[in-house]
């Protein structure tokens, strides 16, 4: 298969949150049977940290977060018979006076997602 070729894979998540809410997420391999055989993140990863809010409960400025996810050989040999994604995620807003937020029109998140490989390749097999 075309994934044998690969002997790394590395997915950089580079994300300028402009939302008062902390984002972790999972995402979960399985195969047809629905057997998880693996997982994305190696930890509890907090994907996006919530801006930083002002004493007005407003963000005052977006929070830079920087998640690499990282398969090496033995890795990707794990999820390469996988058939299925299941996506996990959890959405909390931080503690504050109030206990509310406003969501504003101009709030976002902008982010860059980079990829990098390293392939094995073998000219006889093309």
């Not at 690969?6 to 950089?12: A, E, G, N, P, W």
């Not at 008062?20 to 940290?49: G, W």
């Not at 996506?87 to 909390?92: E, I, Q």
């Amino acid at each position: 298969t075309d994934i044998d070729m690969v002997d790394y894979f590395r997915l950089t998540i580079d994300t300028d949150n402009g939302l008062p809410v902390e984002t972790k997420l999972q995402v979960y391999f399985a195969d047809i049977n629905y057997t998880i055989l693996d997982s994305m993140f190696r930890d509890n990863t907090v994907l996006l940290d919530p801006a930083t809010v002002g004493t007005d409960d407003k963000v005052s400025s977006p929070k830079n977060s920087v998640n690499r996810v990282e398969f090496n050989t033995a890795q990707l040999e794990k999820i390469k018979n996988s058939k299925y994604a299941f996506v996990r995620a959890s959405v909390n807003t931080p503690a504050t006076g109030t206990g509310y937020f406003k969501f504003y029109s101009y709030y976002g998140i902008d982010f860059k997602l980079s990829a990098k490989a390293d392939f094995r390749i073998n000219s006889k097999d093309l």
